[in-house]
């Protein structure tokens, strides 16, 4: 069975002040909670902040990026060991603004699965087409590159550890969100090209997130489809009692 896992994007949101006046509202919300994996992914200027105030808690720590390599003259970067060193379990790597505004390419963000993989750090892998490729018919195809990019050649055992969060571009931060069942089509196609790769069960292993304008209202409807086994929230995770509502979407 795979356990869900409901994960905030707050992008380029939040101050030590902000990320702190959140917990203090959102932790009691959720606590109880162990029907689904809580992740928050903050900005690193946050991480040890938030990594205090969530010790003890059912509430796990991600960041939104991580370097390829462990150390070095990489102005600007961030190494693996940096990142755990703050309890941080979850990245995310490969997200479509990393992509468009900073030029990352499928070759390096395998590299930074990989070395994520390698450093104990749980890749949350993002792939998603735009509208343009959409409406042309090739949502698979863009998301066959990205995902065979990534996970040929690595071992079953890694790749079971991966979390794939499917972006429809168009969907993200613009208040459309996919169709719960076109999220399951391409979610299941993602599946099966796992199934592929390595075979049916380290497939069934794999949790596959949605993530595009995820908010209270339409989280019922997505958690319900098969093959999705969660969401990367950007916008509705910045209020805690919005963030609340999706992690809690059972009740
Ligand atoms: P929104 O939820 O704001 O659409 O953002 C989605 C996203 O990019 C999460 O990584």
């Not at 010790?55 to 990026?65: E, H, K, M, S, V």
Request: with cysteine.
């Amino acid at each position: 069975m795979r356990k869900p896992i409901i994960a905030a994007n707050w992008k380029m949101h939040k101050t030590v002040k902000e990320a702190n006046d959140f917990l203090q509202e959102f932790i009691p919300l959720v606590e109880g909670n162990n029907d689904v994996d809580i992740v928050l992914c903050v900005p690193f200027t946050v991480l040890d902040a938030v990594s205090k105030k969530i010790a003890d808690t059912n509430i796990t720590l991600g960041a939104q990026n991580v370097y390829c390599q462990d150390k070095g003259a990489f102005t600007g970067e961030v190494a693996p060991q940096m990142l755990l060193e703050f309890g941080t379990k979850y990245v995310i790597i490969g997200h479509s603004e990393r992509r468009a505004v900073f030029g990352e390419t499928d070759e390096l963000i395998k590299e930074k699965v990989n070395k994520a993989l390698q450093s104990g750090l749980i890749p949350i892998l993002c792939v998603g087409e735009t509208l343009e490729e959409r409406e042309k018919g090739f949502t698979e195809a863009k998301c066959r590159k990205q995902i065979e990019a990534v996970f040929h050649g690595l071992t079953k055992d890694q790749a079971a550890q991966i979390v794939i969060a499917y972006e429809p571009i168009w969907a993200i931060g613009t208040g459309k969100t996919a169709s719960s069942s076109d999220a399951e089509q391409t979610i299941s196609y993602i599946r099966s090209l796992l199934s592929g790769i390595f075979d049916e069960d380290t497939a069934l292993k794999v949790r596959i997130q949605y993530g595009g304008s995820v908010k209270p209202e339409n989280v019922q409807d997505l958690m319900a489809q098969p093959n999705i086994d969660g969401a990367l929230v950007g916008g509705a995770s910045l209020d805690p009692q919005s963030f609340a509502k999706i992690v809690n979407y059972k009740e």
